[in-house]
């Protein structure tokens, strides 16, 4: 999740800055200037946060690190865990991987209690500092008060202004503050209409997990763009943001959180609360293309199927003069599966991943940062020696990546090089929790298809289609009076309203603490 509610995340960035990046006023050829990667794997899509809860089990500590394990994929760089033992809240936030920070036998029994809650968190700047690492915890007069956050507010920065003016005092810039202290002010005698007063101020995308001194809440946006589930373990409950997460502990799938829902679980059990009129859910697509693990249920679909029919909906429409189907892993594997298997076509590993690497810095001299990809990715030229091949992905963002996968290729012997991308182009950021350039650097957004493929040095590209992406989830083609999906990425058609960006009032400064890690 962001730390100020638009796609700036450092401290002590200004006005003007902050305006010009929410307006999109990037230079374009930052797109083209190589001085500027310098990470290899920049040239994706990042989903921000996992988060995890558990209500009634004398494990919970244990439980939520082996939870946030298992959402790894949705944040890197950071994760804590909030417990309460019936007297105390218990908490540890880290910087870093989960299995390096809550793998010791003493930092699991300091998290004492039965309940907890858990999260891990992507950062887009490389400033990650503990102060934003989540769950954040305030006392509040009804008692302690933990969240963890997915998503994105996307009026965050206008209501941290009315907060700060009225006398707030913020902690860190992480958008997920504002709610504690909307909750704070509320008048409301119980926590749950606190914090249902607060959700009502908010826009934008949100599941929010919550931990009080007597109870585990979850709560999603009223369009359910992020993901949250039910689990139960035994007697105990579960709310997390994938599937994949209750497998890990050995807990059943109840049902997944509904849009614009709130759930409260005591020890009498779980109730559910409406408190926003009923809207159509429109799930983020993202999640089906790249976000969530493969072996998730997310809105009753298996990923991995969803993504191999993304391949066999991308074969109809583009097939390819080619001798073998060949993935970018590993997101490109499933839909290159279906293509393979649609256009029956040998499927060959001819790409091989390092999943050593994890995010390695690249020093920014010209010679070292080309050698980049092969860190992640190396040739497997026995494979492609000779043939005509076609390279499935899953998403182009910038297209750097693209290119020098290509340009890998043809120097390990491909006769031809083919791309095919199993979703459609991008051409509009997101404000949603997902880490997108601004406009001025998504190559769909500034290039014709033949200027794509001209700058990835492919012998042709293509996309699939919106409908056909709408196909591979079941349906017919997208409706666009209403849309059964968040896919604004694509479209431009945004769920919800955009107050940050479309005029709203921003702080001049989000911090003048430049932390030191």
């Known amino acids: 999740m962001s730390e100020n509610g638009a796609k700036v995340r450092h401290a002590g960035i200004v006005e003007a800055d902050l305006e010009a990046l929410m307006a999109g006023e990037a230079q374009a050829d930052l797109m083209f200037d190589d001085a500027h990667w310098l990470r290899y794997g920049d040239d994706r899509l990042r989903e921000e946060c996992g988060v995890f809860g558990i209500f009634g089990h004398d494990d919970a500590a244990a439980l939520t690190a082996l939870g946030l394990h298992a959402l790894q994929h949705r944040g ?23 299995g390096d920070n809550f793998n010791k036998v003493d930092v699991i029994k300091r998290l004492r209690g039965p309940m907890a809650v858990g999260h891990v968190r992507y950062s887009t700047t490389g400033e990650t500092v503990l102060r934003n690492v989540q769950p954040l915890f305030a006392d509040l007069e009804t008692g302690g008060f933990a969240v963890a956050h997915n998503g994105n507010l996307t009026n965050a920065l206008t209501l941290r202004r009315e907060l700060v003016q009225s006398g707030a005092i913020f902690q ?21 209409e606190r914090l249902v007063e607060a959700l009502r101020q908010l ?6 997990v919550c ?19 039910i689990g139960r373990l035994g007697s105990a409950y579960i709310l997390a943001s994938e599937t994949c997460a209750l497998d890990i502990v050995g807990a059943e799938f109840v049902r997944e959180v509904e849009n614009g829902e709130v759930v409260v679980i005591t020890a009498e059990g779980l109730e559910s609360h409406r408190p926003f009129p009923i809207r159509p859910a429109r799930p983020c697509i993202f999640e089906y293309i790249y976000f969530a693990r493969p072996d998730s249920i997310v809105g009753g679909r298996n990923v991995y199927e969803v993504r191999k029919r993304m391949g066999i909906e991308l074969a109809k429409e583009a097939p390819a003069p080619v ?11 499933p839909a290159a599966i279906g293509y393979a298997q649609a256009s029956a076509l040998p499927f060959e590993l001819g790409i091989i991943r390092n999943h050593y690497v994890g995010r390695t810095f690249i020093e920014p001299e010209q010679r070292i940062r080309q050698l980049g990809v092969k860190l992640k990715h190396s040739a497997n030229s026995a494979a492609i020696r000779g043939k005509r091949i076609v390279l499935i992905d899953d998403s182009v963002v910038r297209g750097t ?56 040095g492919a012998d042709s590209l293509q996309f699939l289609s919106v409908d056909g992406l709408y196909r ?5 083609k997208r409706d666009n009076l209403n849309p059964q999906f968040s896919d604004h990425c694509f479209t431009g058609d945004y ?23």
């Open 76 to 98: 890197q760089e950071a994760a804590g865990i909030v417990t309460f033992d019936g007297k105390q809240f218990h908490s540890e936030r880290r910087l870093g991987l989960v």
């Open 172 to 192: 860190s810039t992480s958008d997920t503050e504002v709610i504690l202290h909307l909750i704070a002010r509320s008048q409301k005698r119980r926590i749950v």
């Open 203 to 208: 826009e934008g995308a949100y599941a929010f």
């Open 211 to 229: 931990l009080t001194n007597d109870m585990l809440i979850g709560a999603r946006d009223p369009v359910g763009i992020r993901p949250l589930v």
């Open 323 to 333: 001798d073998v189907v060949v993935p970018i892993p590993d997101s490109g594997v």
């Open 401 to 456: 990546t693209s290119k020098k996968i290509v340009t890998m290729m043809r120097e390990a012997g491909a006769s031809e090089v083919h791309m095919r991308i199993a979703c459609p182009q991008i051409k509009y950021g997101d404000y949603y929790g997902i880490d997108t350039p601004t406009r001025q650097e998504l190559l769909a957004a500034n290039m014709s298809l033949e200027e794509m493929r001209e700058f990835m």
């Open 472 to 476: 591979a989830m079941g349906y017919e």
């Open 495 to 517: 769920p919800t309203d955009l107050t940050d960006l479309n005029g709203g009032s921003v702080p001049r400064q989000l911090s003048l603490l430049a932390e030191i890690r």
